[in-house]
């Protein structure tokens, strides 16, 4: 089955769409949890985030949308991707290949609200 005794597989779908201003934690990403896909299935006015547990910010915090590329957090390397917001149709996505340290969760950004991952 290719996974491992013992790993188990998560996945989720985040579909609400009325939400208020500000960040809105939509995961948290379990201590240990490897080949991390955070994905925007459609491109939206949102902007996926990320934070340690003890509220650092990884990427897009702090009301400042960074660049795309790559981040430490959690022992381990995420690359942040954004395609070009004028002729691009795909979302954001955060990935990370290693197994994280410590668990981080998951924050939806909207320019309104923001999506966030805590790690």
């Given amino acids: ?24 934690e939509i995961t948290e990403i379990p201590a240990g949890a490897s ?12 902007y996926l985030a990320l934070r340690t547990q003890s509220g650092l910010s990884v990427v897009n915090g702090n009301w400042v949308v960074d660049r795309q590329g790559s981040f430490t957090a959690a022992g381990t390397r995420l690359t942040y991707q954004r395609p070009n917001e004028i002729r691009s149709r ?22 309104a609200t923001r999506s966030q991952c805590v790690l």
Avoid: M
């Fill in 1 to 24: 089955s290719g996974c491992q005794k013992g790993l188990r597989v998560v996945r989720g779908n985040f579909s609400r769409t009325f939400l208020r201003f500000g960040y809105h």
């Fill in 35 to 46: 080949d991390v896909r955070i994905r925007e299935t459609v491109k939206s006015r949102n």
């Fill in 90 to 111: 795909k979302g954001e996505s955060i990935t990370a290949a290693g197994a994280a340290d410590r668990g981080p969760a998951c924050l939806p950004d909207l320019p």
